[in-house]
């Protein structure tokens, strides 16, 4: 709650992934099998993931640690050989009281996110260079299948999106403030860092080439009178 503490900590090397392109983005990082694994688990825990990825986004920045959390695949609470014989007001029951769990966690989360918000302008904006980074390694994860070696997991894209939606309510919320939503934000790179890319493999198709004779890009056109307010709108959108 300190604002010279939040700001230290944005300025932590593990606050953010290695920028791309860098020797540590392109680093292979294996994580070691954990204790007493058998050798099948061993071999299954050989694929590693890049310095700059979805899983070393989780794994190796403050933020993805915390963010991180959720139920488990095989939920605990249901155990294999009773899962069928158990009433349904009792898997009620269990689903009401972890989703309580899990929306108190994600409101905490909330919390730490606006104390490093409202630190000031630099912790502000490593902030959102964080979540800028979440998104730009994470646009695999639509998939179908998606590769758990290069996007962040489902329990935290979760925790995410919430706490985007989070940060949306108090303009959203607020029809004086609607006006302060920019659009220019998407058509403008050095702005959003690639998370609307027009070409590449990444491209956001509805956004690519012109049309009615409009530029795709607004650079140096883009003049928000308050720059956080459309980026988190649209981050949140995208």
């Not at 689903?95 to 905490?108: N, P, V, W």
């Not at 490093?116 to 260079?129: D, H, K, N």
């Not at 303009?171 to 403030?177: E, M, Q």
Request: charged share 15%; net charge neutral.
């Amino acid at each position: 709650s300190h604002k010279a503490v939040a700001l230290a900590v944005t300025r932590l090397d593990s606050f953010l992934l290695p920028k791309a392109g860098t020797p540590a983005a392109s680093q292979m990082i294996r994580p070691p099998p954990p204790v007493g694994a058998n050798p099948l688990q061993q071999l299954l825990n050989f694929g590693g993931f890049l310095g700059r990825s979805g899983p070393a986004l989780e794994r190796n920045t403050v933020l993805g640690l915390c963010l991180k959390m959720g139920t488990p695949k095989n939920n605990p609470a249901f155990p294999l050989q009773t899962v069928l014989r158990q009433s349904v007001s009792s898997v009620e029951n269990v689903f009401s009281s972890q989703r309580r769990q899990l929306a108190s966690y994600q409101q905490a989360c909330h919390q730490l996110i606006m104390a490093f918000i409202r630190a000031g302008t630099e912790a502000r904006e490593i902030v959102l260079q964080w979540f800028t980074d979440a998104l730009l390694v994470n646009t695999g994860a639509s998939a179908l299948r998606p590769d758990t070696n290069k996007v962040s997991s489902g329990s935290l894209l979760l925790n995410l999106s919430v706490v985007l939606l989070k940060l949306c309510d108090p303009f959203v919320d607020d029809d004086a403030k609607h006006r302060l939503i920019h659009p220019g934000f998407v058509s403008s790179p050095e702005y959003h860092g690639g998370v609307f890319a027009t070409s590449g493999d990444d491209m956001v198709a509805r956004l690519g080439g012109t049309e009615d004779g409009y530029p795709a890009t607004l650079d140096g056109l883009y003049q928000p009178e308050n720059s956080c307010i459309p980026q988190c709108f649209f981050y949140c959108a995208r």
